[in-house]
Nanobody
Framework: QLQLVESGGGLVQPGGSLRLSCAASGFTLDYYNIGWFRQAPGKALEGVSCMSSSDGSTYYADSVKGRFAISRDNDKNTMYLQINSLKPGNAAVYYC???????????????WGQGTQVAVSS
């Protein structure tokens, strides 16, 4: 069974950092394009950052450039999203996703994690 399981969310003060993890099981993650998406209350699901499996190229939404970093550890079959300098507007449920073919960072990918909540408050 193909599965993505996220961890690492929580409550952080503005300016703080988090590292979200997403462990894959049932498939080899390094063959897949990987991505992180988020949904804030009352807003649509949006692409935050994505990485191509073919050449490692990355995409970041303008609002997170310079503060977020996507990565993968193929030995651990796990992807990560490092989030720095958190702002209240970054609060959302964050989802990891994988897809063999899709590369555009839009939320129509094939495999999804269950989501992890990131809250930002002082």
């Amino acid at each position: 069974q193909l599965q993505l399981v996220e961890s690492g969310g929580g409550l952080v003060q503005p300016g703080g950092s988090l590292r979200l993890s997403c462990a894959a099981s049932g498939f080899t993650l390094d063959y897949y394009n990987i991505g992180w998406f988020r949904q804030a209350p009352g807003k649509a699901l949006e692409g935050v950052s994505c990485m191509s499996s073919s050449d490692g190229s990355t995409y970041y939404a303008d609002s997170v450039k310079g503060r977020f970093a996507i990565s993968r550890d193929n030995d651990k079959n796990t992807m990560y999203l490092q989030i720095n300098s958190l702002k209240p507007g970054n609060a959302a449920v964050y989802y990891c996703a994988g897809d063999l073919l899709r590369t555009m960072c839009v939320p129509n990918w094939g495999y999804w994690g269950q989501g992890t909540q990131v809250a930002v408050s002082s």
